[in-house]
């Protein structure tokens, strides 16, 4: 009767009710049905309680998700192992939550081309956002004939001269990369919705945003409905391009990451802050989960194309909470966009007349595969021992400084028993000195939080665009490799050139896109770091200044002893 | 077959070749003989190895150490539970060596009243020398018939009208302090031996040394003879009186320690750095010994008595590498001297037709006695905590700031895989980092030498007061008993009002100078701890100013980023 299920990652249990996995361990589960993203059951220690339903692979289940060399990072299983229901970090069952979605609607999906991966469990009515451009796929099947005569997905290979992808999971596939390297996208490109990649200094690069601007978010305030029944947490977004106050809830935030998700084929979304089952409403969840939601604010600002895309817009401008239509007008249309998934490259605008060398692309992305491979270990690496130094502070740190101080003042207070006059002074000068320790261990149990906490928001941040870019560069590996074919079957005298260039011109669209992506991450990478570091040897610095302040007051009482 | 023994205390191994013991602990003895006061054993663990002879009972043993109510140091055991080849601490069968002393000489023992406590095992020609004050008792007895015809020993009870006490190893008959007190003391009192108690502004203190000094100890220097066959340490003293050098050997310093513990009753002697049965030529002991040796001189040199008596100012002239002769003469000197023990008393001189109130000094004592207590085991836990902290800050702080190191340095090779010039400026900023983070391990694992081990000699030197103490106030205590004894006496006519004022005012000499003593004490702590505290703290903040100067170059290094 006991359903099993296999984790397939490492997960440190981080709240009450939560319990830790290690990766391969078998967990007895207590149902299948995942509470907003999060299953309960027993690991092999014995312990009951939560954890991420992503963090396992359900009893069963072998299928591969995506196509990415590297791991997929628990936010990419999202839907694929356990369907979590979407941006339910709050309650569903609101007004919002209610009315059903594009995806819901019969008539959006028109004749779905591929078989919904929900099927069994979707049920919950949003379920499946997450899991990438699946609905993308779908929206390609509802304007299948139009524009895409080839595509005939349940016999595409016998049709096709240009063998077609088996995997349906493949990213390249679902992506829309595939069908768009074919030639079988289309749409009407509004002037509007060009994105345009250009040449920099050092090659490919997304055009810079004409209207940069910023977004802050403050005032984390809890907010009840039906009279108390429901409760969330509502964050004010002021942009400085409006510097009209929005409200949004973390839903909202999810809401439009799935928009995103699914949009953009070739472009690292940053990831939410994780999700959290249990003390959503504690001050110090709040506090990290807005942290978390500036950094990811900061990183969608500051990246050219999402930065000026219209969901974006909607959700950083529309005042929801007064014109509750024109929000629900612009979430439709958001959710209606036809310009996602293949339709996207479409919109990409190229340097006219450049041609990218296959091969130097090809070893370019090789090495930032590498890259990112090293870049995740070492993440990994620094973000462990950031943890674990950030524990001695708050735990072993605090305390020898203050055993220091406790020992100090016993000897204060056995010296204090000689009562007379010349001794007192030190005895005073000695009590304060142990107090100066017991300050000092406070000051090391405090101290992470102001500097190695950011730079592990900042490493989470990253881990969620390094677990991006398998996908990403899965799709520019699919276009190239179709590439290759083309022109075997032009040698075979299979294919006509004329069909193989176009299909090379749309691979070249592609590795322009994906250059100009690799080159924005390491761009924001190069900022980060240097400004994370810089913050945290600030604070490093205020720190031993204050360790030392303390110090030389306790020295300044022996002056007059 | 197998010998066993109790430990008396825990000890803590620090060398290879010692084991530890705990306290009650059973130990199997591999033999009877000490080897320069350490035994060789097995202990409950199983492990063999060294232990000092000092810290355990012998088997049988059944009489008690001293008559202090606080628990005697192990150093005052010496001698006591196994008996130390004293002075022995380098090799013993050179021509010094060779020479006996004057408590070997017979014509010197006169008519031992008392059995030498050595009786079995003091063979070795100079053993007892630790035992407070046996000496002293022997030569009284040496004395005994001329100026002190009530003192018969054997049959002391029967024949004085104060009763004697009967314990011969209480301290308070050890030291000569009943001798005296009783009125059985005399000599002749040279001017130049009279020691002044005077009344200061806190009580009766010692009066100041009119010619104060300080001495170096310089150049510890490994010596041979016997043609490399002997290997010693020799130090360089220079006195700032003089300024003329002498070279001495540690064996040299136990010996004056030996005359002075001998002389002197109640005066606190300073002990000296302990001994080691192995790695005595290694650097790290070589310099610790000196720092302890740099201490006891120290606090030899700032007391009034200790620093002016004659065998110190031999040790600290007497040339005794070019002029063999002088110090062979100064030193049979010193062992002849007959101003110690009772006779000691006899050379305080009080402030004149100043009387005590007895009470007072009771209650002064018995303070004292609190404080003692009090002091001594918040020494013990400071001491105790500086340990811990040490070795904290040499292993675990130390990794903590390099695994951070390590793992900077990793992100930062991470980075040099991104080969784009807008990079390497960041890469190499990180490395730095990395690197100031080992910097700053080490200088986390370097730091307790700098202040945590001063703080710990200091309190070793002061624990060793500490455990003087109890026989001193001893020796006052049985003074003021038999004051006591003595007017109850009066009063049933048993006695003469003018013998027990005798008494009284002979109590009253041993109340002053025990009050000078403990004033010294207090004098010479808050001075010691004042500077101590300071030099600590002033260390300490010159290593958080060297940690935040790390981390402002590496600060720096993003600028150019």
Known sequence: MALRARALYDFRSENPGEISLREHEVLSLCSEQDIEGWLEGVNSRGDRGLFPASYVQPPGAGFSYGGGALQPSPQQLYGGGYQASQGSDDDWDDEWDDSSTVADEPGALGSGAYPDLDGSSSGGGVAGRYRLSTRSDLSLGSRGGSAAPQHHPSGAKSSATVSRNLNRFSTFVKSGGEA???????????????????????GPEWQENPYPFQCTIDDPTKQTKFKGMKSYISYKLVPTHTQVPVHRRYKHFDWLYARLAEKFPVISV??????????RFEEDFISKRRKGLIWWMNHMASHPVLAQCDVFQHFLTCPSSTDEKAWKQGKRKAEKDEMVGANFFLTLSTPP????????????????????????????????????????????????????????????QAFELD???????????????????????????????????????????????????????????????????????????????????????????????????????????????????????QQQIIFFQKVTQKLEEALHKYDSV
């Not at 990112?372 to 735990?395: G, I, P, Y």
């Open 270 to 279: 940053p990831h939410l802050p994780e999700k959290q089952a249990t003390g």
């Open 353 to 412: 007349a450049a041609a990218l060398d296959l091969q130097e692309v090809e070893s370019k992305i090789d090495g930032f595969k590498c890259f990112t491979k090293k870049m995740d270990d070492s993440a990994l690496q620094l973000n462990h021992t950031a943890n674990e130094f950030a524990r001695k502070q708050v735990t072993g740190f605090k305390k020898e400084y203050q055993k220091v101080g406790q020992s100090f003042r016993g000897l204060s």
């Open 180 to 202: 768009f390297v074919l030639g079988e996208a289309s749409g009407f490109v509004k002037d509007g919705d060009k994105l345009c990649v250009v040449l920099g200094p050092y």
């Open 419 to 537: 009562q007379q006059a010349f001794s007192a002074g030190l005895n005073q000068a000695i009590a304060f000195t142990g107090d100066a320790y017991d300050a000092i261990g406070e000051l090391f149990a405090d101290q992470p939080r102001q500097d190695l906490d950011p730079v592990m928001d900042l490493l989470a941040l990253y881990q969620g665009h390094l677990a991006n870019f398998p996908d990403i560069i899965h799709v520019q590996k699919g276009a190239l490799t179709k590439v290759k074919e083309s022109r075997r079957h032009v040698e075979e005298g299979k294919m006509e050139l004329q069909k193989a260039d176009g299909i090379q011109d749309r691979c070249n669209t592609i590795s322009f896109a994906t250059l100009a992506e690799i080159h924005h991450f390491h761009q924001i990478r190069v900022r980060d770091f240097k400004s994370q570091m810089q913050h945290f040897l």
